[in-house]
Structure formats: structure tokens, C-alpha cells
């Protein structure tokens, strides 16, 4: 089966703080995603990476960045944490371009303070 | 511009068939997925179209036509467990963009006994 794991399931910050959120996919999949999701605007593609070292923007990356030194590790960085980023942040990985199935991490509740 | 629309709440009953439909609006579409999210719980591929017709998996189908940008997908004997949050997504051909899903707002499913 395909694991995505997240490094947290609740987190708490306050404001101005540098968060970092780790997801780790080990089917040694090409893609990975970071979403958030707030209720009644769906999923949000905030960033993905397609290789390591690669990283493309998603629809709504201002205030984000993210780093993918390894393939099976995409990390999403909040420079300075707002309460607006207050959020449910999803991680998504999925094999070769050309296929709609992504595998799902259990989430990561952030509240920012 | 992009987009995709479907019902942001649809009730039946348990045994009942039940339809959610999707339609979307982008260029260079590739295929059209399915989602389902349980409550607290992580989005599951359920579905996938990139032809035009009707693709069955156990009790649930989906179906798509590219001419009329719709989609729909169709859960049969409905069972209490059910009960969820359905998204539509859309993939787009070429580029970077290959791989990448753009959700839907989500379809709140509540089955009833």
C-alpha cells in the first residue's frame, strides 16, 4: 500500500513564526502536491514538484514555499505564519505525469495564532 | 478560465441511487477524477475518465463527455458509510502542468436510513 505520512496531525503557531510541514511518500512516486483545504473552497494547490529540485507553483502559493531535496520528502514552509493560513494542509503524491491518481497524507490542522 | 461546479449538497436514502454531477471549464482537458473524503479523514481515489462513456467500479460509476464538458459520477445501493464529501477534478495536458488536479468545491453526501 501507499504511504504518505505527515509529520503532524495538529499544530499550533503564532503569528510571524517560520512553520515547516514534512510529508514522506515511500512508493518512490515522481509527484508530489500540497494543498489546503478550507470548507466550501475545496482543495487548493498551493505548490507541487514533479522532480526532485523542482518545484512548480500552484494556485495560491503567496506566503508559501517549499523544498524537495529528496524524492521521497516535500516539505511546505510558511516564512512567516498569518492567521489567514489558518488551515487543513493536505500532501499529495502520484507516479508519472499522465495520471490523476494521488495518494492522500492524513492532513495537518494548523491553527496560527 | 478555470473552473468546475457541482452540488454542494445532495441527500438520499439508504438502498437509493444517487447521481452528482460535475461540469468544467478549462483548455487542454485530459481526464476527469473522483474523489471521496470522509470526515476528518483523507481524500481516496474512487474514479477516473479521460474517454468519453461510463466506467463502473463495484457500486459506483462514473461517466464523462468531453463535447459537453460534464461529468457525473453515480453511486448505487447506497450504504450509510457513504455519507462524504465528493470531489470532481480535472487534469490538464502538457507541460508542467501534466499531473496536476484542479478540485472541485465538493459535494456533501448524507444518507439516511
Known amino acids: 500500500d501507499v504511504k504518505v505520512t505527515q509529520s503532524s496531525r495538529y499544530l499550533v503557531k503564532r503569528t510571524g513564526e517560520k512553520v515547516f510541514l514534512e510529508c514522506v511518500q515511500d512508493m518512490d512516486h515522481e509527484n508530489m502536491f500540497w494543498y489546503r483545504q478550507d470548507p466550501g473552497l475545496g482543495l487548493r494547490l498551493i505548490y507541487f514538484s514533479y522532480d526532485v529540485k523542482m518545484k512548480e507553483k500552484g494556485d495560491i502559493p503567496e506566503g508559501y514555499s517549499v523544498s524537495r531535496e529528496k524524492k521521497e520528502r516535500f516539505s511546505l514552509i510558511l516564512e512567516s505564519a498569518s492567521t489567514n493560513q489558518t488551515s487543513m494542509y493536505l500532501c499529495?503524491?502520484?507516479?508519472?505525469?499522465?495520471?490523476?491518481?494521488?495518494?492522500f497524507g492524513p492532513g495537518t490542522r494548523l491553527t496560527v495564532l | 478560465g478555470q473552473s468546475l461546479e457541482q452540488p454542494s449538497e445532495v441527500t438520499a436514502v439508504e438502498g437509493a441511487i444517487v447521481q452528482i454531477n460535475c461540469t468544467y471549464q478549462?483548455?487542454?482537458?485530459?481526464?476527469l477524477s473522483w474523489y471521496q473524503q470522509h470526515d476528518g479523514g483523507a481524500p481516496t481515489f474512487l474514479s477516473y475518465?479521460?474517454?468519453?462513456g461510463l466506467e463502473e467500479t463495484g457500486r459506483f460509476s462514473s461517466f464523462l463527455s468531453r463535447s459537453d464538458s460534464y461529468g457525473y459520477l453515480l453511486l448505487q445501493e447506497l450504504q450509510m458509510k457513504d455519507s462524504a464529501s465528493y470531489f470532481c477534478?480535472?487534469?490538464?495536458?502538457?507541460?508542467?502542468?501534466?499531473?496536476?488536479?484542479?478540485f472541485g468545491q465538493g459535494t456533501i453526501l448524507t444518507v439516511h436510513p
Open positions: 499529495a503524491s502520484s507516479p508519472d505525469p499522465g495520471t490523476d491518481t494521488q495518494y
Open positions: 477534478a480535472f487534469s490538464n495536458a502538457g507541460g508542467t502542468s501534466y499531473g496536476k488536479l484542479t
Open positions: 478549462t483548455s487542454g482537458f485530459y481526464g
Open positions: 475518465n479521460a474517454l468519453d
